[in-house]
């Protein structure tokens, strides 16, 4: 397969071209490097017709045949890994080890989707009485993913809805539609057609997908704003929604860590992936007593990492996905600058290089209602927050309208786990964040989604449930008498 090019749609077990394409973008170098598909509403009725004839059979084909087929569909992934790393720092800007991540990821979601079972509960079971209840596929599931992570997230929902009987069609972001496409294209080597289709397009596509008659499920990753619009559109055909939203994590660093060691994780948990990761740290609460020292072992550490081309070995932090996203993150560091909020590094953006870079930038302590502290930036730039007291911190860390992650760091983990109980989001972690693995769910409180992905909340989420009550023999037997 050429992953340098022919980018195409995959519907029906086919590959499918569009009379009119779309530029792919490499951020790195700000330049149109690909053609991808741009999807007709016939191309996606086609791809929704062909998700629908594959249904059936797809779901009578029963668990234990379609794990086997969802494992191969994971190796496979595997083994082509370079080529789709490649591609994905390429279209995405990620360095080469988080795109070998990525794909790693991708494949280990199959694989892991496929060992997990879905239960059969039973309900009432006596003499006479028996009811169970069977959870059943929901029948063609809409895919929708961002940019950020287009590949994991678009196989986070693609794993766990084929695993449960459902057929798939998915759209991943126009910015980076290129790795999604090609991976779902290798995949139909192993899959029956029609079971996963992609379709690539502008910005039309998506509402097209939600609300088509067809779909009778949409599980989405994106911002919140996008969210809402996807949740009306849905209410029309009362279509099952999963939605994955923004985040404003905030972590709370103890005065009692260990502040060199420390700094590159928490480092790491507001950068990587420049700062684009919607569990990435975002507000970074410190006690008052580390707070200098921290700020510049921070400041520090950022000097001593490469920003630049993702594919450039040593490059350890790449651009910001798109032009759009660039001048979103701009936007909130000139209002910075503008409220005279201090640069502790970072700040000034390079207007003459190419591609959407954008360097470290840390905010020395701004005022908690200034846009850096309130608003989601989603890129590499991190406001420093002093505390003096636990509760406060607490306070001010859940006072946002997101609920998505967020971390507790200190050298007690029994102190830290208390506080982190206190926390008004769907994962907390403790001096670490973004461990995610398939087998453990992952859920958006408040504005930061609706419904659960990962682990067996997640899978449930592609199902629903059937109950069979068993004839009360006895119990009849019991009355004739
Ligand atoms: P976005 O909402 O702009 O787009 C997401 C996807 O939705 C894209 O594929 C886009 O083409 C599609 N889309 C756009 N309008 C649509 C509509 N009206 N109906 C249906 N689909 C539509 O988000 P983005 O800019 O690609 O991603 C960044 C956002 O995603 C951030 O807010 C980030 O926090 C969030 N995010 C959340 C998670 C999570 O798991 N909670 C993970 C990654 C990113």
Redesign the pocket.
Known sequence: MNFDGDFVMSIGGRPVATSTTLPVVNPATGKVFAAAPDCTPELLDRAVAAARAAFPAWRDLGPDRRSALLKQAGDLMAANAEPLKALLTREQGKPLDDAAGEVAGAAYWLKSFARMDIPVTVGQSGPGRRTETHQMPLGVVGA??????PLL?AF?KIAPALKAGNTVVV?????TPLATLKAVELLQSVLPAGVLNAVGGG?D???W??AHPGIDK?S????????R??MA?AAEGLKRITL????NDAAIVLPDIDVDAMAPRIFWSAFRNSG????ATKRLYIHADIYDRLAAALVAYAASLPMGDGAMPDTKLGPVQNA??FERVKDIIEDCRAQGHRFLCGGDIDGGRDGYFIPVTLVDDPPETSRVVRE?A?GPVLPLLKFHDIDGAVARANDCEYG?GGSVWSGDPARAQAIAERLETGTVWINDVQILAPTVA?A?HKQ??FGV?NGLDGLLEYCIPRTIVMPAIVMSTETEH
Do not use: M, Y
């Open positions: 929708i993913a961002p940019w950020n992570f997230l986070w759209k991943p972001s126009p910015f910005d596509l998506g509402p997908l939600t949409v989405f990753t994106g911002s919140t704003a996008t969210g619009r996807v559109s994955e939203l923004g985040g684009q990761i919607c569990v759009r996203q989601e989603f998505l992952f958006g930061s989604g992905e």
